[in-house]
């Protein structure tokens, strides 16, 4: 998986470049707050499970460009760094991820992100952990030489940011094709 910057965009520049996907299904995977787990189930019409995934700890100097930075931490706090890939029932790949979190904020948080059997969200959710997110970014990146859809968020714990997440989801299952506009918005697609 490759590295990404983790950026965050005004509210309402988030919704233009969400507005933008053509498929309706994209722009609600997309906008969504809520656990993007239990969607593409729905969307996939069957479970999904992690199929890979690692995670270390590492200096915030030397986390994913820009996760520190939406995290509030310090150059030598600790994070967690985990990549996953989220699969369908048939093994496809559905998304591949990477969160940066702040360990030290919550105990069974820390469990959930460093169990690499589940998915963080459900995982949060079974653990009793109340968490909400803020979409902060949406586009295109590159999977395989395809465009494909993206998400970045942030997971609270409280008042502070506890992670922050993005999502790259396959092409071959969640549509990624722009109305125009999107490429000429500049970063990201």
């Not at 600790?78 to 919550?106: K, Q, W, Y």
């Amino acid at each position: 998986m490759s590295a990404h910057t983790f950026t965050t965009r005004k509210p309402a520049e988030t919704a233009v470049r969400t507005g933008r996907f053509t498929a309706p299904p994209t722009r609600m995977l997309l906008s969504a707050d809520g656990l993007t787990t239990t969607l593409l189930e729905a969307w996939t019409g069957g479970p999904a499970r992690i199929g890979a995934a690692d995670h270390r700890r590492v200096p915030a100097a030397a986390a994913p460009a820009g996760s520190a930075t939406l995290l509030g931490a310090g150059p030598e706090e600790r994070l967690i760094v985990r990549r996953s890939v989220l699969n369908g029932r048939d093994g496809a790949e559905l998304s591949r991820n990477v969160v940066v979190a702040r360990p030290a904020l919550d105990a069974d948080a820390e469990r959930c992100l460093t169990d690499t059997g589940a998915p963080i969200g459900a995982a949060l959710q079974a653990a009793g952990t109340a968490h909400r997110r803020t979409v902060l970014d949406t586009g295109v990146r590159d999977w395989d030489g395809e465009p494909a859809a993206y998400k970045t968020y942030l997971l609270w714990h409280g008042r502070r940011p506890l992670a922050a997440v993005t999502e790259t989801f396959n092409p071959a299952v969640v549509p990624a094709a722009l109305g125009a506009g999107l490429l000429a918005a500049g970063g990201s697609r």
